[in-house]
């Protein structure tokens, strides 16, 4: 029965990309659904970006490990959509594709934009490649094939409703999978909590377990630099993920954006408590998994009836699913407006032949980078560490450019540079062993290269001459 409602999900979210697919007239349609999503369906998409793999799989297998602690991970997510919103104000009037398309504005440099989408397109698909894996792992503790099939059926599906429906596709169904993936996870935790007699009696058995003396408390027994080093990570780059932007960019206007920047901060804070819950639980229950990556499918799948538990299993699956699409969108966006269409194509943009021949180069790229991102995670597992790896240096070359150049008005280029090129430099050292004050080289390396920023511009920043 689990299986049967599994199939019967993705059947379902897939028929809708098909059918979004007639909303598709252009590019802008493609990749930002028309520059027309309302609060609503802005606010499930940006909230879907988030609550997938690494917010029900991730923070369910660090809560197996380390207890509530893990619950400071999705808390720095939604603090950085929050903080996004200070920067929001500095982008109105902006029809734009990309955050990297700010930096060339901001500094006027067509190679500050090609550096800064290279990197972000190689962390993209770096985690693109972890959702892969993710799914797949999470079918195959189903029975569906080993490994590699599973992830197979997955990115098949993900991929294939993506370039039919592209943005509109993918919020339409975020905003489906969202409702089902909270109603999942929340029943799911009550049930179990009900089953097993109560949290009181969980408690005990995750105890008896001998787990870390600060497994229970959030705050209490724990080291103030650990929360920090938990929380910066994901904040600095919600800052500046092309991911958060492009469904920023896709709101009707600056107010909308706001509203649902506010309203993913608070649905994220309520709904990530649930797989930290779950993960906990799994300890007490399952206390001698293999890989605790499976924590929460297992428990599901021995403590809840089969419907439900399908159900459950289909929200996890939806979760992942959101991610990846989101991800896809962004990568794709990245491609198609940030290297195609700024340094290869020469036509007319307002021509409607242009505007079809571009559609059909998104829905191009969207199979190519969603395929190669599949390869990557199951043919090529060497690769996938290093594109692990450029997920610190995007945020150490990107993070100083973007945000100084949206909050502060004397950020130059000559100090964006230097900026980017610092951030690379200092994680390369770090990488080699040197040590910046105990701090966690990714955290490092983007505070040190706004303070480098900084100097260099103070030194270079020129007052634009009074008007008359």
């Given at each position: 029965?689990?299986?049967?409602?599994?199939?019967?999900?993705?059947?379902?979210?897939?028929?809708?990309?098909?059918?979004?697919?007639?909303?598709?007239?252009?590019?802008?349609?493609?990749?930002?659904?028309?520059?027309?999503?309302?609060?609503?369906?802005?606010?499930?998409?940006?909230?879907?970006?988030?609550?997938?793999?690494?917010?029900?799989?991730?923070?369910?297998?660090?809560?197996?490990?380390?207890?509530?602690?893990?619950?400071?991970?999705?808390?720095?997510?939604?603090?950085?959509?929050?903080?996004?919103?200070?920067?929001?104000?500095?982008?109105?009037?902006?029809?734009?594709?990309?955050?990297?398309?700010?930096?060339?504005?901001?500094?006027?440099?067509?190679?500050?934009?090609?550096?800064?989408?290279?990197?972000?397109?190689?962390?993209?698909?770096?985690?693109?490649?972890?959702?892969?894996?993710?799914?797949?792992?999470?079918?195959?503790?189903?029975?569906?094939?080993?490994?590699?099939?599973?992830?197979?059926?997955?990115?098949?599906?993900?991929?294939?409703?993506?370039?039919?429906?592209?943005?509109?596709?993918?919020?339409?169904?975020?905003?489906?999978?969202?409702?089902?993936?909270?109603?999942?996870?929340i029943s799911a935790t009550l049930v179990v909590i009900f089953e097993s007699g109560g949290w009181s009696s969980i408690v005990t058995k995750i105890e008896a377990t001998n787990v870390p003396s600060n497994y229970f408390n959030l705050l209490k027994g724990t080291e103030p630099s650990y929360v920090l080093w938990l929380i910066l990570p994901m904040f600095i780059y919600t800052l500046i993920g092309q991911d958060v932007y492009q469904r920023l960019f896709?709101?009707?206007?600056?107010?909308?954006?706001?509203?649902?920047?506010?309203?993913?901060?608070?649905?994220?804070?309520?709904?990530?408590?649930?797989?930290?819950?779950?993960?906990?639980?799994?300890?007490?229950?399952?206390?001698?998994?293999?890989?605790?990556?499976?924590?929460?499918?297992?428990?599901?799948?021995?403590?809840?009836?089969?419907?439900?538990?399908?159900?459950?299993?289909?929200?996890?699956?939806?979760?992942?699913?959101?991610?990846?699409?989101?991800?896809?969108?962004?990568?794709?966006?990245?491609?198609?407006?940030?290297?195609?269409?700024?340094?290869?194509?020469?036509?007319?943009?307002?021509?409607?032949?242009?505007?079809?021949?571009?559609?059909?180069?998104?829905?191009?790229?969207?199979?190519?980078?969603?395929?190669?991102?599949?390869?990557?995670?199951?043919?090529?597992?060497?690769?996938?560490?290093?594109?692990?790896?450029?997920?610190?240096?995007?945020?150490?070359?990107?993070?100083?450019?973007?945000?100084?150049?949206?909050?502060?008005?004397?950020?130059?280029?000559?100090?964006?540079?230097?900026?980017?090129?610092?951030?690379?430099?200092?994680?390369?050292?770090?990488?080699?062993?040197?040590?910046?004050?105990?701090?966690?080289?990714?955290?490092?390396?983007?505070?040190?290269?706004?303070?480098?920023?900084?100097?260099?511009?103070?030194?270079?920043?020129?007052?634009?001459?009074?008007?008359?």
């Amino acid at each position: 029965m689990e299986i049967t409602i599994i199939i019967l999900y993705l059947a379902a979210i897939f028929g809708v990309g098909i059918y979004c697919n007639k909303f598709n007239k252009n590019v802008d349609d493609y990749l930002l659904a028309g520059r027309n999503l309302g609060v609503g369906l802005a606010t499930g998409t940006l909230v879907a970006t988030y609550f997938g793999g690494g917010y029900v799989i991730g923070v369910g297998s660090e809560a197996y490990n380390v207890g509530v602690s893990s619950y400071w991970s999705p808390v720095a997510g939604a603090l950085g959509i929050l903080a996004v919103c200070l920067v929001l104000k500095r982008m109105e009037g902006m029809r734009v594709y990309t955050v990297t398309e700010i930096v060339e504005r901001r500094y006027n440099s067509s190679f500050l934009r090609l550096a800064t989408t290279v990197l972000s397109l190689l962390a993209l698909v770096g985690i693109l490649a972890s959702q892969v894996s993710s799914a797949g792992s999470v079918l195959a503790s189903l029975g569906i094939g080993d490994m590699t099939t599973s992830a197979i059926i997955v990115t098949a599906f993900f991929v294939g409703f993506t370039a039919f429906g592209g943005l509109w596709a993918v919020t339409v169904t975020d905003f489906i999978q969202i409702i089902v993936a909270s109603v999942g996870l929340i029943s799911a935790t009550l049930v179990v909590i009900f089953e097993s007699g109560g949290w009181s009696s969980i408690v005990t058995k995750i105890e008896a377990t001998n787990v870390p003396s600060n497994y229970f408390n959030l705050l209490k027994g724990t080291e103030p630099s650990y929360v920090l080093w938990l929380i910066l990570p994901m904040f600095i780059y919600t800052l500046i993920g092309q991911d958060v932007y492009q469904r920023l960019f896709a709101a009707k206007d600056t107010k909308t954006a706001f509203k649902a920047a506010v309203l993913s901060f608070i649905c994220l804070l309520i709904i990530c408590a649930f797989p930290v819950i779950l993960g906990m639980a799994a300890r007490g229950l399952e206390p001698n998994l293999a890989n605790p990556v499976l924590a929460i499918p297992t428990v599901i799948r021995a403590m809840l009836p089969p419907a439900l538990s399908g159900f459950t299993l289909a929200a996890i699956i939806a979760a992942i699913v959101s991610t990846a699409d989101s991800i896809l969108t962004a990568a794709t966006s990245h491609v198609v407006n940030d290297i195609y269409v700024r340094y290869i194509c020469r036509d007319d943009m307002e021509d409607p032949a242009v505007q079809k021949k571009l559609l059909r180069m998104s829905k191009l790229m969207t199979v190519v980078v969603g395929v190669g991102s599949a390869i990557i995670a199951l043919a090529i597992p060497s690769v996938l560490a290093i594109l692990n790896s450029s997920y610190t240096l995007f945020t150490a070359g990107v993070f100083s450019p973007v945000v100084c150049g949206l909050l502060w008005k004397k950020a130059t280029r000559a100090g964006a540079y230097a900026g980017l090129f610092s951030g690379l430099l200092f994680v390369v050292l770090g990488w080699s062993g040197v040590s910046f004050f105990g701090i966690p080289v990714d955290i490092a390396s983007s505070l040190l290269s706004v303070l480098v920023l900084m100097i260099v511009s103070e030194f270079t920043y020129k007052p634009e001459p009074e008007k008359a």
